[in-house]
Structure formats: C-alpha cells, structure tokens
C-alpha cells in the first residue's frame, strides 16, 4: 500500500471516529446510538476528577459515577514510564480504533474526546455529559487496550453519588 493511500485511510479513519463523538456529523444526522457528549466549558465544571494511568495498565479509578448534564474536568496524571492516553467512547468505537492503532501505531490524536500524556506529565479533559449511559474510555495505544488499560464512566439521569469511594475528587467548583 503507498503512502498516499495509507494517509487517506488513517485521515478517514479519525475523521469517522471524531464525527462518531459528537453523535452528529456535516449532514446534521445522528449517528446510531446515544451521543457520548461534548467537549465542556471550563467555566461551567462542577468538579474535579482525577485519574492516574499506571505501567500496568490500569486507570485508578477505572469507574466513575457522573450525572447527566454534568460538566467533569478529568485531571489525568501518567504515573508511568511509558506513553498513555485517554480516549472516551462506546466499547464498539474503542475496539475499532485499538485494531486502527494496532496498525498505525503512531498515529496522532488531536479530537476533543481524546488525551495523550507523556511519562511523568498531566493533562486535562473537560467533558459535558449529555446522556445517561455507559461511557467507555481506554489507552489505545497499542497493546495497552488488550491488557485491561480501559474503564466506565456511568452517567446516571438523577443527581451523582455523593460517597463515592472508587473516585478521587482532586477539587470541586
């Protein structure tokens, strides 16, 4: 395959998944299934979650509990050695892009949904939940999906668990 058409494939590729993750894309019509929300304005954040990726391919948390409408600033911090990401989406979006990853290993994210982080760094993600339901997020930089890197977010209708045990609040607003 030339590099010409490789560069197509990857530029569709990120073009489907970025238009998947904000449920509607140029024609105005809704993708299947519920959107997973959209990037949120830091002024509306109502707290602070963080999370740390770890060298064995975890997230801590790998659940958190969010309510619908809720604008959540993720603080991601890699505690690791080697490169991480966090990538929200459905569990079918996710395993489509880890395979897409799988054979363009370094290929570049730069959609809204998604956030790399160098060894040692942080970075942030604000995200405005705008349905309630099973929100998947994962590493998918290769290998690092197929070893377990990959959690939930529950976006529930009512008002978010107060006493959540399994997520660190750095901070609330």
């Not at 942030?124 to 290769?142: G, K, Q, S, Y």
Request: hydrophobic fraction near 40%; charged fraction near 20%.
């Amino acid at each position: 395959m030339s590099l010409k058409s490789l560069s197509l494939l990857l530029f569709i590729s990120i073009a489907s998944f970025a238009a998947q993750a904000s449920g509607k894309h140029g024609g105005g019509h809704a993708h299947d299934g519920p959107s997973i929300g959209e990037p949120g304005l830091a002024a509306k954040v109502s707290r602070t979650v963080t999370i740390d990726m770890q060298d064995n391919m975890r997230f801590v948390p790998a659940t958190l509990r969010v309510k619908k409408g809720e604008t959540i600033r993720l603080l991601v911090r890699n505690t690791g050695a080697v490169p991480h990401e966090l990538v929200l989406g459905t569990i079918k979006d996710l395993q489509a892009h880890a395979k897409a990853m799988q054979k363009f290993p370094d290929m570049e994210h730069e959609e809204p949904n998604m956030l790399a982080v160098a060894p040692g760094a942080q970075g942030e993600l604000v995200w405005h939940f705008t349905n309630a339901m099973t929100l998947d997020f994962a590493c998918l930089r290769p290998g690092h999906y197929e070893a377990g890197m990959k959690g939930k977010i529950e976006v529930a209708k009512g008002k978010a668990p107060v006493n959540n045990k399994d997520q660190h609040d750095a901070h609330k607003h």
